[in-house]
């Protein structure tokens, strides 16, 4: 069956630090870009970090830039999040997700994780 | 960075009607624009790509329209599981960006 399924959230105080994982199954993980895009409670989504298909090439949101680092372990088939100095607006729910190619340059998110849910507090 | 800007923000409608959704980027992104749909607890799901791209398995009253700046998704005769939210996405330049969702509801 193909998916991904994300694991690490929790409860972490404010300027704490937590690693999201992801497992994917049933595809080719290494001919995939993959993408952490996360969604605050009641609030809309929005994406957070691409990674390629090697790790070469990283682009994360600014507004975690400096603070979180998408990594990929190809032999694992898993996809990281390493986040640090957390802060109250990171609280989200966040979906590890396979980017599809349409005709290149259009992509897509095509496959999504459950989610997982990291809530920062004190 | 591009904005997306989706109206409305939430309708009402009957099963078997014809709904709209419309999304309109603050620049022009060219067909690199994308639909999900989103059921409450769930995770979001690909219907549209491409702006109108039919993504496999998604039901044809599902159709999607437009380029540059405007676009619209268009469910014609909605089921009861067509309740949901539904958000656009441009993939056209780096930061990534959603439209900030249209919840549709039943009447």
């Known amino acids: 069956e193909v998916q991904l399924e994300e694991s690490g959230g929790g409860l972490v105080q404010p300027g704490g630090s937590l690693t999201l994982s992801c497992a994917a199954s049933?595809?080719?993980?290494?001919?995939?870009?993959m993408s952490w895009v996360r969604q605050a409670p009641g609030k809309g989504l929005e994406w957070v970090a691409n990674?390629?298909?090697?790790?070469?090439?990283?682009h994360p949101v600014d507004s975690v830039r400096g603070r979180f680092t998408i990594s990929r372990d190809n032999a694992k088939n898993s996809l990281y999040l390493q986040m640090s100095s957390l802060r109250a607006e990171d609280t989200a729910v966040y979906y590890c997700?396979?980017?599809?190619?349409?005709?290149?340059?259009?992509?897509?998110?095509?496959?999504w994780g459950r989610g997982t849910l990291v809530t920062v507090s004190s | 960075d591009i904005q997306m800007t989706q109206s409305p923000s939430s309708l009402s409608a009957s099963v078997g009607d014809r709904v709209t959704i419309t999304c309109r980027a603050s620049?022009?992104?060219?067909?690199?624009l994308n639909w999900y749909q989103q059921r409450p607890g769930k995770a979001p799901k690909l219907l549209i790509h491409s702006a109108s791209s039919l993504q496999s398995g998604v039901p044809s009253r599902f159709s999607g329209s437009g380029s540059g700046t405007d676009f619209t998704l268009t469910i014609n005769s909605p089921q009861p599981e067509d309740f949901a939210t539904y958000y656009c996405?441009?993939?056209?330049?780096?930061?990534?960006?959603f439209g900030q969702g249209t919840r549709l509801e039943i009447k």
């Open positions: 990674i390629n298909e090697d790790g070469s090439g990283k």
């Open positions: 620049q022009s992104v060219r067909s690199y």
């Open positions: 997700t396979r980017i599809d190619w349409a005709v290149a340059p259009a992509w897509h998110f095509a496959l």
């Open positions: 049933g595809f080719t993980f290494n001919s995939h870009w």
């Open positions: 996405q441009q993939s056209h330049s780096f930061p990534i960006t």
